[in-house]
């Protein structure tokens, strides 16, 4: 998808994210590339290029020096913003808080199972040492599992 609101938000998360690694030591932008592929599958033609932007974006305002003013102030438009705010976690906001408001939110939803998906991926938890597979994986399953609106793991 090669809107321009994808596009702005492409290029949003490549500059904010230039330099950073993930927990394997690979360049971090290829995860947010990743969960915009998968959001963009996960959503209907309405919401599918709000869901790729937001994907793109979707660890900006948590991992970056980057605001939600500032995605504003580059023309993200308001559902996107509210899709990215609601995935950003917030100190003192418990799991089941958390994933109650995304799952309030279909955009939010949507990105945020890509986000999972991917942070489950077999061929990227095996790149990382035994003790963090497990807590990731117990992480990510609760996760999952409140996202689909349970509250037992």
Do not use: C
Request: proline letters at 5%; glycine letters at 6%.
């Amino acid at each position: 998808m090669d809107s321009q609101l994808v596009q702005v938000a492409e290029e949003i998360a490549r500059r904010a994210h230039q330099g950073q690694v993930d927990k394997a030591g690979e360049p971090y932008i290829e995860h947010p590339r990743r969960v915009a592929e998968r959001a963009s599958v996960l959503t209907g033609p309405d919401l599918r290029e709000a869901a790729t932007a937001a994907a793109w974006l979707h660890d900006v305002v948590e991992d970056t020096t980057l605001t939600l003013e500032d995605l504003a102030a580059a023309g993200i438009p308001p559902r996107v913003l509210e899709a990215v705010d609601l995935v950003t976690k917030v100190d003192g906001q418990s799991a089941e808080q958390y994933f109650s408001r995304i799952r309030g939110n279909p955009l939010a939803r949507a990105v945020k199972l890509a986000d999972l998906i991917d942070n489950t991926d077999p061929g990227r938890i095996r790149k990382l040492d035994d003790r963090t597979q497990e807590r990731l994986g117990m992480k990510y399953a609760r996760s999952v599992q409140l996202l689909l609106g349970g509250s037992d793991v």
